[in-house]
T-cell receptor, first 111, second 112 residues
Framework: DQQVKQNSPSLSVQEGRISILNCDYT??????FLWYKKYPAEGPTFLIS?????DKNEDGRFTVFLNKSAKHLSLHIVPSQPGDSAVYFC??????????FGKGTRLHILP | DTEVTQTPKHLVMGMTNKKSLKCEQH?????MYWYKQKAKKPPELMFV???????INESVPSRFSPECPNSSLLNLHLHALQPEDSALYLC???????????FGPGTRLTVL
């Protein structure tokens, strides 16, 4: 049973436009959510996180939105840059339990 | 120092060899993790250490043996591995369990 789902395996966005990556989860007990970015042959790099007590967290070009009633979160990247091309993983955790990852979305930024 | 380091970067070993992967952080983090990642898949959690004690073992075969000699070091001892164990092995650390994890660059392991 996949508790964290990223239903789009890939996404292509024009440079300068907004990239929106989506993530759905099934466990309403999750209280902390993270986004990681991964380049080929490298480990995942933490990008941004959000606690369940918030509905938005912003860090520079990256904003994460959390909709608890829909069990949905999204990552917005504005404006998209060529260096943003990577695989993005959504992850969630509950209390002091382990972190559950989604399968990732490959983002291609087009020139 | 705000990074997690892993050595070696690449490792090729035979099925009868014994080798170790090393992970180090000097951020004062008290939780450390080993993940295994196959191509085009998200990292799979293997082991979690909290305050140098094994907290989670995700039913990993005994040919993988973790060790946390101190709060800055995490080792993964490998013995009698199989070719299907070839993968990227990632180490991560966090201040406490469930805090943001910071990942190392990984060790690319090939088992022949």
């Amino acid at each position: 049973d996949q508790q964290v789902k990223q239903n789009s395996p890939s996404l292509s966005v024009q440079e300068g436009r907004i990239s929106i990556l989506n993530c759905d989860y099934t466990n309403s007990m999750f209280d902390y959510f993270l986004w990681y970015k991964k380049y080929p042959a490298e480990g995942p790099t933490f990008l941004i996180s959000i606690s369940s007590i918030k509905d938005k967290n912003e860090d520079g070009r990256f904003t994460v939105f959390l909709n608890k009633s829909a069990k949905h979160l999204s990552l917005h990247i504005v404006p998209s840059q060529p260096g943003d091309s990577a695989v993005y993983f959504c992850a969630a955790s509950r209390g002091d339990d382990k972190i559950i990852f989604g399968k990732g979305t490959r983002l291609h930024i087009l020139p | 120092d705000t990074e997690v380091t892993q050595t070696p970067k690449h490792l090729v070993m035979g099925m009868t060899n014994k080798k170790s992967l090393k992970c180090e952080q000097h951020m004062g983090h008290r939780a450390m993790y080993w993940y295994k990642q196959k191509a085009k898949k998200p990292p799979e959690l293997m082991f979690v250490y909290s305050y140098e004690k094994l907290s989670i073992n995700e039913s990993v075969p005994s040919r993988f043996s973790p060790e946390c000699p101190n709060s800055s070091l995490l080792n993964l001892h490998l013995h009698a591995l199989q070719p299907e164990d070839s993968a990227l092995y990632l180490c991560a650390s966090s201040l406490q369990l469930t805090d943001t994890q910071y990942f190392g660059p990984g060790t690319r392991l090939t088992v022949l």
